[in-house]
DNA sequence: GTCTATATGTTGATAGAC
DNA sequence: GTCTATCAACATATAGAC
């Protein structure tokens, strides 16, 4: 911590208060895209200029650049760290050995703590549409992880631990909705720790919410 | 359907083909605006210039703007649609009498219905970040309707007819993630119907995944 | 109700001094 | 590693002819 960086709580460097005065500030990339992440998910990727990227890092454009090659190389490192996180979910212990049904809960529980813990990178990536070859790369990654989900669902069935009477593609697209939405509200300080969301969200879905 | 419009199966006019040449295409605003909220689902509402939305329609920019004050009018008329159709909803007969959890139940099937129905204004509205006056207001509709379905659920948890230990704000975010994920990747040629849709959802909810 | 032409600001990105 | 100054392209929107 040196040069007595102005750093927020939640790790994310104060915006744009020493434009051209004082010390450099001497980024990291890391402290950078965080900064950064945190503008594009306030106000859209698309609708965030490198000029709002400027003025929330406090730093000028051309400073900017000199970090990262254009807008686009920012949404790629962040989209690629959730990627990293969420697919190494799937490569735990816990996610390829046991009963289907536990090895699937141990995922949906994982899910949501790693979206909770890379909120801001999964956020963007849950909202990136396919415009340039790095959106477009992006979401083949998704569609990759998804495809990995829905086998586990099909693992369960097969092994006749969940009911068989529903699609398993169609659970796995709706189980899933349900964790990704937790990117919509989730906050750190919030009403609702990690357990709470992650024991709720289990429940409802391999509970049921009916009474018996 | 004078003049032999050119319009698709989905009832979207095609695009882009007759921009300067053959007679006028005279659009309604509702099937301009048909053509235009496709265009933004698809690359996005900032991302989409009114270049675009003119290349969309085979009209010039001028000619978009007879129709409409600017760009932001297109989304206003948009979002506006969608949560006209949702808000209706809660005011149906069966959402407001009989007991709460069929009352919710019937809501969630209705959602997804009219979800499935106005599927690109629902989606475009489930984007909206709040980066004008309009996106702010419609976010303001929007958590009305969350509040509406809170309080479904609360109701529901009163009468005893689900189970008491989970939080009924949770719970409701939980399960309306669900129903708004099936925007993602709902199409009305795909693979699942929407009655399938809405009994997964239910079945899943309100039932649970795992086996008795 | 459509067009061509244009006004005016903003965009992502670069050049080059310090 | 930051800055000032600048660019060409593209943005939203308008004027006025037909």
Redesign the interface.
């Known amino acids: 911590m040196a040069y007595g960086r102005r750093v927020s709580e939640s790790g994310v460097r104060e915006a744009g208060a020493r434009r051209g005065r004082g010390r450099p500030a001497r980024y990291s990339l890391d402290e950078l895209l965080a900064v950064v992440v945190a503008e594009f998910n306030?106000?859209?990727y698309?609708?965030t200029s490198m000029e709002d990227v400027a003025r929330a890092t406090g730093l000028t454009k051309s400073s900017v650049y000199h970090h990262v090659s254009g807008k686009e190389e920012l949404l790629h490192r962040a989209v690629s760290r959730a990627l990293d996180a969420l697919h190494a979910v799937l490569d735990e212990p816990t996610s390829t050995s046991g009963p289907a049904?536990d090895r699937l809960e141990h995922v949906v529980r994982r899910s949501v703590e790693v979206l909770a813990a890379e909120l801001p990178y999964v956020t963007l990536l849950l909202?990136v549409?396919g415009?340039t070859p790095t959106e477009l790369a992006a979401l083949d990654r998704r569609r990759e992880f998804d495809r990995r989900l829905a086998a586990l669902v099909q693992d369960a069935i097969d092994a006749?631990?969940?009911?068989r009477?529903?699609?398993p593609?169609?659970?796995t697209?709706?189980?899933?909705?349900?964790v990704?939405?937790?990117a919509?509200?989730y906050r750190p300080d919030g009403?609702?720790g990690v357990p709470?969301?992650a024991d709720?969200?289990v429940?409802?879905?391999?509970?049921?919410?009916?009474?018996a």
């Open positions: 306030a106000r859209g698309d609708a049904v909202r549409r415009n006749g631990e969940v009911r009477d529903l699609d593609r169609l659970v697209r709706l189980l899933f909705g349900a990704n939405s937790v919509e509200w009403a609702h709470e969301v709720t969200l429940a409802l879905t391999f509970g049921g919410l009916r009474r």
